[in-house]
Every structure is written in C-alpha cells, then in structure tokens.
C-alpha cells in the first residue's frame, strides 16, 4: 500500500507550490501579451468534438451526449483544439491562438497530465519558420518574466538567450546515433522497418520483434538523441521524415521530408509545429492509414471529422501551426521538474489502492 500523502488542499501542502503557481500566473499574463502584440485573436473552441484527434498513439476520453428526446452520440474530450481552429483558418481568421485545456488518457509522469494546458497558434499565409521566431520571442519573454535567463531540468541547462539551434532529423540521426535515417525509407510514405531494425541493433539499441519501423525510430530517439537536444541553448528539431508527419505538408525542395518541427529545452520536448497540409484527398488518405495503425496496435479507431474535411475542401489557406505544452513552459520558467507544481489543481492519481483505479 502507498504511503499517504497531504490533500493538495492542505494550507501547508499548497504554500510549497505557491511560488511556482505565481510563476505561472506570469507567464500567462506574458503570453497574452506577446500574442496581443502580434495582433492575434484569442479563439474559444469547443472542447467536446466528432473526433479528439487523429494521432495513432494518443489515447482519448469517450463520453455520450444525450439529447432532449432521447437520441445519443458519441463525442470525445479533444486531445487538441487542432481541427476547430483550422476551421477557423477556413472562416478567415488570419491569426488565431487558445490556452486550451487538453485531453489524453494513459498519460501520468513527471511531465505528463491527462488534463492539461495546451497552447495552440496559427498563422495563415505562413511558413513553419515563422513559428520558430514566434517560439524565440515568446520563450524569452515568459523566461524574463519568471526571472531568468537560463532554464534546467534534470541536470541539463539551457541559456535562452544565446542563438537557438536548427538540427535536422537525419542530421541528428547520422551525428548522434550514426545511422543514415532516410536510406531505410527508400519508399517515403511506407518506410522499412528492417533496414531501421538492422541500423538500430548495430548501434546497440534493442529492437523486437513486433517493433515497427515508427516504434524503433522512438526508441532511438529516446536512447540517443532526445538527452542531447537543448543541452546549453534551446534546439529546433526540424524536417521530419513525411511518414511521421500526418497533418503537414511536404517540404517542396524535398518531398521525402515534410515542415514539421519539435521543440527541445534540456532535453524536454516542449512543442510541435507544422506547415499544415491543406489537401483533402491527401488528408484523408492519412487519417486512414493511421487509424488502421490505430486498430492493428490498440484494437480501436476514431472516426474522421468530416467536417474539417469538407473545410478544407472550402480551401483553407497555406497556413502554419504549433502546439506548445504550456505545463511544462511553466515548469521550464518555475523552475521545478513536477508538472503537478504548476497545476492549481491535480487530477486524481491512479496509485495504491484506490478502488476507482482498480
């Protein structure tokens, strides 16, 4: 049986957080302004939606709404505000941001909440290289505002005000781990999973026999190269093979490649950016794909929101977007490696012998 542990409500258990809720308070402030400044409109979507997302990995809360005459449906708590605020690029917003509470069942650690703080921003007419300069300035900013200039985590340190660094995936790959990433992607779209197996176990990094080519990229990056990025300044890892990119649009110097960055400060994945994929057809022909990866690994798919189909259909237009973990900028600033520090309050935790858990 787990020890027990003080309420988070208790006066004592509280005051020990305050310091970094106050950090948090900050930092929000900052970023309304920052966004204020760049002439951004502040969107409320809705958080109950037709499909949460349509990540292979992410796992999503169900509920049924009910109807006044007895009728019922399923909808989801959203895993992101992604597909409403692209529908909102649609409508003629030219550039949009929400703080937006998130959804992601299976998700407890240090770093990871089922319910948490989502920063999403869009711009249209834009490139995802926009969004690397937003990141810059509103990074420093929510920094100064906590305080400092330099962030650490889990024994790393990272100084945000020298020159960020652009580090390509295969770049990282071919520096860090000595594999030549895309010469096991011979097909872009369907990559080989054993050229990826035999290169990984060379490098000394297990591989199973069930592993697919998505899962041992993961594990490389979580073995070799994830502990070295934003060690001293913040890294922008960029240009993602096009099979690991759903929801962005290819890179037209580069086609096998697709506008896709992440975010890393001490090692901590912090956001993840796109140039957004405007194609129905090629939308849709994805979200099939991965719902069938879905089903194949977890036994259960998401149905497609077809209206956003239909929106891009309408025409969306060349437009960028990011989603930043706004809990972990907060602790990043704050200065702690808890996210539960920064959170008002935390959601329920499965541990010990709580019957709701069992």
């Not at 407890?108 to 300035?137: I, K």
């Not at 990984?200 to 190269?225: H, L, N, P, Q, S």
Request: glycine content about 6%; some cysteine.
């Amino acid at each position: 049986m787990a020890a027990p542990t003080a309420p988070w409500w208790r006066p004592d258990a509280f005051a020990r957080r305050l310091p970094y809720l106050q950090t948090r308070e900050r930092i929000v402030q900052t970023t309304r302004a920052f966004f204020a400044g760049e002439k951004f409109h502040e969107a409320e979507t809705p958080y109950l939606q037709i499909s949460p997302g349509m990540e292979v990995h992410l796992h999503a809360f169900a509920t049924t709404l009910l109807g006044a005459q007895g009728g019922q449906k399923q909808l989801y708590l959203h895993t992101s505000p992604e597909f409403a605020m692209k529908k909102l690029l649609v409508a003629g917003m030219p550039r949009i941001f929400q703080m937006a509470r998130v959804w992601r069942n299976r998700e407890r650690s240090a770093t990871h909440h089922p319910e948490f703080t989502m920063l999403e921003w869009y711009r249209a007419n834009a490139g995802y290289r926009d969004l690397m300069r937003d990141c810059v300035q509103l990074v420093r900013g929510c920094a100064a505002a906590a305080g400092r200039t330099r962030m650490q985590f889990r024994g790393m340190s990272c100084d945000v005000t020298a020159e960020w660094e652009t580090l390509g995936v295969a770049e990282a790959f071919a520096s860090m781990a000595g594999i030549d990433l895309l010469a096991t992607a011979p097909d872009p779209a369907s990559p080989d999973r054993t050229l990826l197996a035999r290169e990984a176990e060379r490098t000394g990094v297990r591989v199973a026999e069930t592993d697919t080519w998505d899962d041992i990229f993961f594990r490389i990056m979580f073995e070799k190269i994830e502990p070295r990025l934003g060690n001293g300044r913040p890294t922008f890892l960029c240009d993602y093979p096009v099979s690991m990119a759903a929801l962005a649009r290819p890179k037209p110097e580069n086609p096998r490649l697709a506008e896709r960055f992440e975010l890393y400060i001490c090692g901590l994945e912090l956001a993840n950016a796109f140039g957004e994929l405007t194609d129905p057809v090629e939308q849709r022909a994805r979200f099939i794909a991965d719902m069938a990866l879905k089903e194949k690994f977890y036994g259960e798919r998401h149905p497609i929101d077809e209206d956003f189909i239909a929106a891009l259909e309408h025409g969306m237009p060349p437009s960028a977007g990011i989603a930043l973990g706004f809990d972990r900028l907060a602790m990043l600033c704050a200065g702690t490696e808890i996210i539960d520090d920064v959170l008002w309050a935390p959601v329920v935790n499965c541990a010990g012998d709580d019957p709701a858990c069992s």
